[in-house]
Nanobody, 125 residues
């Protein structure tokens, strides 16, 4: 059974930093495409970032460009999200997602993939 477990969430003030991690287990081989979503109550989940295996392709939402950095450890099927200069609008539950689909990687692709339970990030003003 595939499981994705996120960690690293917490509460910080505006301008602070947090580092999220997500470990995928129960899967034989590597997930080629891994990424992060975030969601606040009453709103749809928003794609934050994704990374293709080996870092060959990386994408960020405009709202986080220059502040967030995604990376991964292919040997551990682990994806990270370093979040700097956090703003109140970054508040939400952050989920990681993973999927294999050839050499494709996108947030749309991850919509149909495995997803974790999420970790809460709260940024106060």
């Amino acid at each position: 059974q595939v499981q994705l477990v996120e960690s690293g969430g917490g509460s910080v003030e505006t301008g602070g930093s947090l580092s999220l991690s997500c470990v995928a287990s129960g899967y034989t081989g590597d997930f080629a495409c891994m990424g992060w979503y975030r969601q606040v109550p009453g709103k749809e989940a928003e794609g934050v970032s994704y990374i293709y295996i080996g870092g060959k392709k990386i994408w960020y939402a405009d709202s986080v460009k220059g502040r967030f950095t995604i990376s991964r450890d292919n040997t551990e099927n682990t994806v990270y999200l370093q979040m700097n200069n956090l703003k109140p609008e970054d508040t939400g539950t952050y989920f990681c997602a993973a999927r294999n689909w050839g050499d494709q990687c996108s947030m749309e692709l991850l919509d149909g993939g495995y997803r974790g339970q999420g970790t809460q990030v709260t940024v106060s003003s």
